[in-house]
């Protein structure tokens, strides 16, 4: 059974840095692209950023391009997602998601999901 199981999320004052992370199983981890979402209340899901499978290419959405770095660890089935800065915009669930074949920033290509981590920036 595949399994992604996120972490790390809470509550972060404004500016301060957080690192979520995704554990995978029951799949063959370095086979896939991997990637972050986040979902808001009455907001669509919004694209974060993604891998690929080597870590060698990766992608970011524009509202976090150069605060959110991704990264991935594949022998211990780990992605991580690096977020500096944080703003309460940023207060979301944080899902992680793999895809075998997929355009990183459409979600419904996207092959399984985990149950998210909730993030809370606020003073």
């Known amino acids: 059974e595949v399994q992604l199981v996120e972490s790390g999320g809470g509550w972060v004052p404004p500016g301060g840095p957080l690192r979520l992370s995704c554990v995978a199983s029951g799949y063959t981890f370095r086979d896939y692209e991997i990637g972050w979402f986040r979902q808001s209340p009455g907001k669509e899901r919004e694209f974060i950023a993604a891998?690929?499978?080597?870590?060698?290419?990766?992608e970011y959405g524009e509202s976090v391009e150069g605060r959110f770095t991704i990264s991935r660890d594949n022998a211990d089935k780990t992605l991580y997602l690096h977020i500096n800065a944080l703003k309460p915009d940023d207060t979301a669930v944080y899902y992680c998601a793999d895809c075998s074949i997929c355009r990183p920033t459409n979600a419904s290509e996207y092959d399984y999901w985990g149950q998210g981590t909730q993030v809370t920036v606020s003073s």
């Open positions: 891998i690929s499978w080597s870590g060698g290419m990766t």
